[in-house]
């Protein structure tokens, strides 16, 4: 008999796995993307979606503005910004206001 063991754990920020070339730079007016693994607190990816994960975008002494978020329903997340001039920016990635493995990204 053969049956598929799940995990009842919910995601946990710290054990979710952060990937993509956006994280450490861009152009300025073109959408960068990356990808977020969640993962539960024992690192098993989650296979289902609805995480409400918060992505901001922030210049030096300028207010935020929100990434783009796109669920995939399985676990995995797309997250896409668009910075509106050159200049260094610290990205923000968060559940339930506990930052996401890595996060702030410079």
Request: proline share 3%; with cysteine.
């Amino acid at each position: 008999e053969v049956w598929e063991v799940g995990t009842s754990q919910g995601t946990d920020p710290s054990a979710c796995k952060v990937t993509g070339l956006a994280l450490i730079g861009g152009v300025a007016g073109r959408d960068c993307v990356f990808f977020l693994q969640a993962r539960d607190a024992t690192g098993n990816d989650r296979t289902n979606g609805g995480d409400p994960f918060k992505a901001m975008l922030f210049m030096k002494n300028q207010s935020g503005t929100a990434a783009r978020i796109t669920d995939f329903n399985n676990g995995t997340y797309m997250i896409s910004y668009s910075a509106t001039r050159a200049g260094s920016y610290q990205l923000v990635l968060s559940l339930n206001n506990q930052h996401v493995a890595g996060s702030p990204f410079q």
